[in-house]
């Protein structure tokens, strides 16, 4: 069992087997906002995670998927999603976890 948290300093910390008095890895992502966990992992790894990153000074956000624990932003990415016009994005998994949705909210406003 795969468990996990958000330290103080912005990192994602996990743990295996409910052995809190191990760090097994660590996800470090500038400007992280928010991550999702898998609900199980499957034969080839333990969990997947989720993250989001928002944009800055009109810069696109990104959604990033990872599969524990190869956690290397520029070569063990799975998928990438950009989102250019998000402040927030939601993510839902399967209930087996091998399916992942990002989803960023879309506010429209007309013009009269």
Known sequence: ?????????????FHEANN?????ARLSLAKLDS???APRGDR???GRIGCYLPGQKGG???GKLF????????K?????????????????????GTLFSF???FYWFPSY
């Open 1 to 13: 069992m795969l468990c996990c948290y958000r330290s103080p300093n912005n990192e994602v910390v």
């Open 20 to 24: 809190f008095g191990e760090i097994k």
């Open 35 to 37: 991550f999702y966990l």
């Open 44 to 46: 080839n790894t333990l």
């Open 60 to 62: 696109p956000g990104f």
């Open 67 to 74: 599969a524990y624990p190869l956690f290397n932003p520029e």
């Open 76 to 96: 063990d990415v799975i998928a990438t999603k950009s989102f250019m016009t998000a402040d927030r994005m939601e993510a839902k998994w399967s209930f087996d």
């Open 103 to 105: 989803a960023c909210p």
